[in-house]
């Protein structure tokens, strides 16, 4: 058998249900590579002895009726672990652990699955390349100098170093799909109210989504399916009628109507790019789907939009960071003293720069210049797709206007850096589910993603049309194992 940790989550699965392979032994190959692994810097908390417990115990009483039977999985630290330090990435939460468990987790626990540990993340999901964590950046396992895209970027790097089989992010405006995109890994952003928000630290929470990432479509499909439910505990979880994704899959998309948007063709595209969306296209037709020219007339407005609204939310959102009731306090002279100095210290320069933003476009003199005007600009942004989804059943696009940049590349450029995610977060503020699959190379190979967006709901069907072109591509990434010595 190939190596444990190269193995896909269906094969794992497999494997255990077949009594091939025991808890114990896929704990321990995940929980070794992870312990050669540390220069990539993925894990912010590791969970290893206890993983290893939990193993054994699954190994002594089994039920492999569960759809992840004794499976480890690391996930992004946002997500609160009941008795596991949770840190969002951030100093202000650097010691903070939490006494209840998020639901999407909770749902992966349920069926079997096992934490090794939490992986780093850019400070409260904001950043593109994982260089604003307090715990420091990430290394792409692809290449030494890359980034790993963020804000999931430990996430991405840990599953593309076979650190974890699967793991779980969040994409606020583009943070699973487009490390996915950089790591040459799969990434899903479901419908908004799909996935549970209780027990992920809050960015902007009308934007907020956690979703699966996977080495295949299969894997996301099954993850999806077991992260996805209507939970009473977050008031904006939407009760309907959730598909069975994995044992639904399939790769007939004949006659299946796919828009290709003018505008995601944007200036200073990189050729590769455009040639990579080419190809998706030529295989997707070559699958029997029919491809329709499609216009989102407000697509140039999306990214000033989210740096409104994202913003706003956050400002907001951080608030309750004041010392008092979660993680670092800092001393000060008087209450507004200590308010003060814990917030200056605990905060990063990116998370200090949100709040700014946002507190501005939220004061009183500006509020309906900016963000009353981005709300509705928004509401266009919908309608846009709303339009198109009359006409097509799903859109395809590029992930990301580039491939992986180099550590610093950007840091001093936030502008550039916002960039970034302009095929991404159109997508969040629809509500949309959206998914990056890896489609090529660019000439220094490194990965690049195609995007497909369906309509609110229809996850199962944008699986299937990734599944297809899954299929077509074939896609190996190329990792030399580098940085184990
Ligand atoms: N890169 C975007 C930002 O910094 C998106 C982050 C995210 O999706 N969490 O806001």
Redesign the pocket.
Known sequence: MSEITSLTLTELVKNIKEKKLSSTEITKAFVERSQKSKELNTYITEDFSSAIEKAQKFDDKPNFDLKLPGIPIAVKDLFCTNGVRTTAGSKILNNFIPTYESTVTQNIWQQGAILLGKLNC?EF????SNETSFFGNVQNPIDKNLVPG??SGGSASALAANLTPVTIG??????IR?PASFTGTVGLKPTYGSCSRYGIVA?ASSLDQAGPMSKNVKDCALLLEVMSSYDKKDSTSIDFNRSKYSLELNNNIKGKKIGIPKEYRVDDMPIEIEELWKKGIEHVKECGAELVDISLPHTNYALPTYYIV?PAEASSNLARYDGVKYGFRSHGENLIDMYEKTRSEGFGDEVKRRIMIGTYVLSSGYYDAYYLKAQKVRRLIKNDFDVVFNQVEAILTPSTPSSAFKIGEKTNDPISM?L??IFTVPI?LAGLPGISIPAGFDKNDYPLGLQIIGKAFDEQNILNIAYSIEEKINFKNKITDWWIK
Do not use: E, I, L, V
């Open positions: 850019d999901a904001m950043g593109s963020g804000s969040t994409d606020t405006g583009g943070s487009q960015f994202a916002y970034n995610d969040n």
